[in-house]
């Protein structure tokens, strides 16, 4: 598959390697495993003089080994003497810097923690050292969300304040997903809604699936839920090392909120014990779900909701994990049956976030969000607010365009539009077939 997209991420990394000829930069690129970091770094550095490392689980010999071998394929240099740290190879590194521009990428940064934490002190020490004399474009990549936060956020650590630009790499947009269809010639609004349900934009799965001209909802099904699936075990995979040994506890609330158990009474009356330091630590430090209030709740609402951001592993934890027994005795037949029967209660809720992203997209409204009351009464699909113009597009959201009704809807609002009195107020019902009409 071509790049796609990343004009903005592009632009960010070439302005600071151009400051890198004044002296040194330093970016750190983080996101989930597969969104396209590494990708991203090698699409800048490709016309470029640069180095890329890897940090696999290795010694930190066997990696110099590794790293050394790297550095004299691309410069003819010296090397005195056993070079048998990586604070020997970043030093031998500065020194080339010193004389000609070099891009230098950094990939799993975050497994120097495993292999050898003082790592980061000596990078920090050469670095504040060096910075200054030298032309390098330092790019570290990390994909453990919460190692990649403590060790360049957490005022302890050698890292912290060094790094130019801090870089989150998300998912495609609606748009992008649109385009990667097209050039298929496959797209249709239901195409790309399934699509976004599946892979929820994640560049790794997208190409996955168009590598096997797979895009349409049946034959996304039957590749995802079969033998030998690259996907049946990566929500396993993506979350085992970033959860730790207690990723038991952590699946089974995952897969409850998948299931719509989103309320902490909820999954704790089921679990049978008291859930709320995993549902903190899944959200502020692992960044795998969010906790969510009607539009307009005032910030010590108890009115709130919990959600898994990603998208596939929402569907992992909703179909595949939730049936670990007929994926391990290959009854896929029998988890297609599953998804079939509640796919459109299951898909409600992303028509509801596919549309909110692509009004997010536009960048007329400052606030986006969804709508309900004490015990889910009231329920309104998206509320868009534009407080510089005082505007709120009020709006329903229905894979059957039948269904839409805009009197329930003004009628579902009339407690919700009291908060906003002195605003304009439009009432919308969106559709499949409107995502052409707005991307």
């Known amino acids: ?42 699409q800048h550095a490709r016309d470029k003089k640069h180095l890329y490392f890897f940090i696999s689980k290795k010694s930190e010999k066997q990696l110099c080994d590794e790293f050394l071998s790297t550095v004299k394929q691309h410069f003819s240099i010296p090397v005195i003497g ?136 049946n034959s996304i099904l039957n590749f995802v839920l079969c033998k030998d699936s690259p996907f049946l075990f990566e929500g396993k995979h993506l979350l085992i090392e970033e959860l730790g040994k207690e990723y038991g506890t952590y699946f089974s609330i995952l897969e409850l909120i998948s299931s719509s158990k989103t309320s902490r009474s909820e999954i704790e009356s089921i679990i049978g014990k008291n859930v709320g330091g995993h549902l903190n630590m899944m959200e502020d430090n692992y960044d795998i779900i969010q906790k969510i209030k009607p539009v307009n709740a005032k910030k010590n609402s108890r009115i709130q909701k919990y959600l898994i951001k990603d998208n596939f592993l929402n569907f992992w934890f909703r179909f595949i994990q939730k049936n670990r027994s007929a ?42 969000g969804n709508y309900w009351e004490k015990g889910n009464l009231n329920e309104i699909d998206i509320v868009a607010v534009n407080d510089f113009d005082k505007e709120v597009l009020i709006a329903e959201v229905k894979l059957n365009p039948d269904k839409i009704s805009l009197n329930k809807l003004k009628h579902k609002a009339e407690k919700l539009i009291g908060s906003y009195k002195h605003y304009n107020l439009s009432f919308e019902g969106f559709a499949l077939d409107d995502i052409d009409k707005l991307i």
């Open 1 to 42: 598959m071509k790049f796609y997209n990343r004009e903005e991420e592009l632009q960010i990394l070439n302005v600071l390697n151009k400051q890198a000829e004044k002296s040194g930069r330093m970016t750190v690129i983080t996101g989930r495993r597969r969104v396209g970091k590494t990708l991203l770094a090698r």
């Open 82 to 217: 056993e070079i048998a740290s990586f604070k020997d190879i970043f030093l031998l590194i500065l020194n080339i810097a010193r004389h000609e521009k070099i891009v230098l990428i950094i990939d799993e940064f975050q497994e120097f923690y495993h292999i050898n934490p003082s790592v980061y002190s000596d990078i920090q020490n050469l670095w504040d050292q060096h910075k200054e004399d030298i032309q390098m474009h330092l790019l570290f990549i990390g994909s453990v969300y919460s190692l990649m936060v403590k060790l360049f956020e957490s005022r302890k650590e050698p890292l912290f304040g060094r790094a130019d630009r801090k870089m989150y790499i998300k998912p495609f947009s609606p748009r992008i997903i649109k385009e990667i269809l097209c050039d298929h010639g496959a797209y249709t609004p239901y195409n790309l809604f399934f699509l976004y349900i599946i892979t929820g934009g994640i560049p790794r799965y997208l190409e996955i699936l168009a590598d096997n001209n797979t895009f349409d909802r």
């Open 327 to 368: 994926v391990e005795t290959e009854n896929f037949t029998y988890i297609k049956k599953i998804v079939e029967r509640d796919f459109n209660s299951f898909a409600g809720y992303y028509l509801e976030k596919l549309f909110q992203e692509i009004l997010i997209a536009t960048g007329q409204y400052n606030k986006i």
